[in-house]
């Protein structure tokens, strides 16, 4: 029978990227801040994060999309073995033909990161008024700008772009955009809620 520690060392020696430990753990506590029951996650992989994080919370709901199909058919021969509760849905689909059935509590941007303003302003309206969407690797394992001059063309592409969906991210008045340093670089974003007392004035 295979554990999250055996998937997260197939993982590593296939060289698939997952979150870390620590990436993983702050989600974990949004979560619990939030008070989050249902959880759209952009990107499965082989399903490490969305398996550990029906470990961690066994009231959590998660429904995970995989546009690769040799990725999702993977996914889920772990998705039999580790999800115990059957908490996990697994969906082979493009995050831009997928139209979630009702808003979420909790939103895990972790896709093709030269795509993340596309999927912000696709997901961001399906994101509960309480609720906290989480953009993973916004570093980009931590390579900067001013270090991409020797990297390929397309490499220094997607680096620009990272960077200017992150000053653009930054610059929209109606979303409270927290950056947490942790793992490859967070965004945690959130609704602005209205002073009602200040409306209840007018």
């Not at 947490?180 to 200040?198: A, C, P, Q, R, Y």
Request: with cysteine.
């Amino acid at each position: 029978m295979i554990t999250l520690h055996d998937l997260k060392q197939i993982a590593l020696i296939t060289d698939i990227p997952i979150m870390s430990d620590e990436t993983i753990e702050t989600i974990s506590k949004e979560i619990s801040i939030h008070h989050c029951f249902t959880l759209l996650e952009i990107g499965t992989a082989i399903g490490y994060s969305s398996l550990s994080l029906a470990h961690l919370h066994p009231h959590l709901n998660i429904t995970t999309l995989e546009k690769d199909e040799d990725r999702h058919f993977e996914a889920l021969k772990y998705k039999q073995q580790l999800d115990v509760r059957n908490q996990v849905s697994m969906i082979c689909q493009d995050a831009f033909e997928y139209v979630p059935k009702h808003l979420m509590d909790c939103i895990i941007l972790d896709g093709a990161k030269a795509s993340n303003q596309r999927f912000f302003q696709r997901y961001f309206p399906f994101l509960k008024t309480s609720g906290v969407m989480i953009i993973d690797n916004i570093d980009f394992h931590g390579v900067r700008e001013q270090d991409i001059n020797h990297r390929s063309r397309q490499f220094r592409k997607m680096i620009h772009k990272l960077s200017a969906f992150e000053e653009w991210i930054m610059s929209q008045n109606h979303i409270n955009v927290e950056k947490i340093n942790v793992g490859d670089g967070l965004l945690k974003i959130t609704h602005k809620h209205h002073d009602e007392s200040f409306y209840g004035k007018i």
